[in-house]
């Protein structure tokens, strides 16, 4: 699922939480947010640079050096800096649970709502934006919506926001009806 549901660490809120802080400052908390979604994908997309991150045998100093000759001159002062923190305080390895756990802070601050949706079949651009429309106006948030493809479900579908579950799927409305039904017939 899209929505970040997994447990996000304090020390990461805290880390994303300052950054965003620094960000909003300067006025840039999505470039800043932009920034560290690649810095994450780079870490994804490469497991031998996480594990040179997350690596305790590599001295401050050795990956300092490191991250100058990568990101010095390419990101900005602001996320240069916040790396080099990061790297003092040993927490480079955490760099993706923290940029998760900024895509969260920064999105709570712009009003906007993660959405799973769970539909049998693929639906159109106008649907999956009526279905966008309706959670949106529903919870008064702007929600961003991530579609799922399940044909166990049958028809309608499966809403999941943050922790809450709509379930509207007629396989679950075919069940409810079989659980009358055994509950109702003579005994």
Do not use: C, W
């Amino acid at each position: 699922m899209a929505n970040k549901s997994h447990h996000i660490s304090l020390y990461a809120l805290a880390y994303a939480q300052s950054l965003l802080d620094l960000a909003n400052d300067s006025k840039q908390p999505e470039p800043i947010g932009g920034e560290l979604r690649d810095i994450r994908q780079i870490v994804i997309e490469n497991p031998v640079f996480g594990a040179f991150l997350s690596d305790p045998g590599i001295s401050e100093t050795e990956r300092g050096e490191v991250l100058k000759k990568l990101f010095e001159g390419k990101a900005s002062p602001l996320m240069f800096n916040f790396l080099r923190v990061l790297n003092a305080k040993g927490r480079l390895r955490s760099i993706v649970e923290i940029a998760d756990a900024y895509d969260h802070l920064l999105d709570e601050q712009m009003g906007k709502v993660e959405v799973d949706v769970t539909v049998p079949q693929k639906l159109t651009s106008p649907q999956l934006e009526e279905v966008r429309q309706r959670v949106s106006a529903a919870l008064k948030k702007d929600a961003v919506v991530h579609q799922y493809v399940d044909p166990n479900i049958i028809g309608g579908l499966l809403i999941r926001v943050q922790d809450k579950l709509i379930d509207a799927s007629v396989k679950t409305q075919l069940a409810m009806m079989r659980q009358q039904l055994l509950a109702s017939a003579p005994r």
